[in-house]
């Protein structure tokens, strides 16, 4: 049982650069999230997807894009990379959106952009 | 707007010692305080989490404290090993238009000296 899984794991891109962050979870979890993680700031939400087929802002959304492409994927993307964008990132998915289930939560994307 | 304030940010114990963690929060429509705890190169994962209605929780070394008049709580880590270094997260998360969606605070970098 793999939980979630993100792809890939490090990447450096170069300013306005695109590229896409995949997620993917196997544990039938109908929500999901984008978070990122920088020194000293925590874990701040980006985007989720409350069920399949909806997706809504976090506190910190502006420059990214996300895709949910069916139950068990949820993407993010960066259409114009830009350095403030370095961070690691983040996927976690909970059984569901209206009880207080716990986030299980991949093992990250540490991005780099120079 | 902060609204899940954490400290300390960094905290060094001995081993055997007794780990706290501060939270406080403003919003008193938050009703689930979870905590989290991250090691080097992980996603977090769910460590403990308490609602308002009870002012303790126990599990094994890890106690969570919560004092609702002054809307503070706290992670107590008793007889603390070289394996609880990590990061610790608090959160608290309320009902935002059916969806519950925690937030977090900034971390404390815990680490515990053999």
């Known amino acids: 049982n793999a939980g979630v899984t993100q792809t890939p794991k490090f990447q450096v891109l170069k300013t306005g650069q695109s590229m896409t962050l995949q997620c993917a979870q196997d544990?039938?979890?109908?929500?999901m999230y984008w978070y990122r993680q920088d020194p000293g700031m925590g874990l701040r939400l980006i985007y989720y997807s409350a069920s399949e087929g909806t997706t809504d802002k976090g506190e910190v959304p502006n420059g990214y894009n996300v895709s949910r492409l069916n139950k068990r994927e949820f993407s993010l993307r960066l259409e114009s990379a830009a350095p403030s964008q370095t961070s690691v990132y983040f996927c976690a998915s909970r059984a569901d959106r209206i009880t207080n289930s716990p986030l299980h939560f991949g093992n990250g994307t540490r991005l780099t952009v120079t | 707007q902060q609204q899940v304030k954490q400290s300390p940010q960094s905290l060094i114990v001995q081993k055997g010692g007794i780990s706290i963690i501060n939270c406080a929060y403003e919003?008193?429509?938050?009703?689930?305080f979870p905590w989290y705890q991250q090691f080097p190169g992980k996603g977090p994962a769910l460590l403990i989490a308490?609602?308002?209605?009870?002012s303790e929780k126990k599990e094994g070394r890890f106690t969570i404290s919560f004092n609702k008049s002054a809307k503070q709580f706290s992670l107590h880590i008793m007889d603390s090993q070289p394996g609880d270094s990590a990061t610790y997260f608090c959160?608290?998360?309320?009902?935002?238009?059916?969806?519950?969606?925690?937030?977090f605070g900034r971390g404390t970098s815990l680490i515990v000296h053999p």
């Open positions: 959160a608290a998360s309320m009902d935002q238009g059916g969806s519950y969606i925690p937030t």
């Open positions: 308490i609602r308002p209605d009870v």
């Open positions: 544990m039938n979890h109908n929500s």
């Open positions: 919003n008193t429509a938050f009703d689930y």
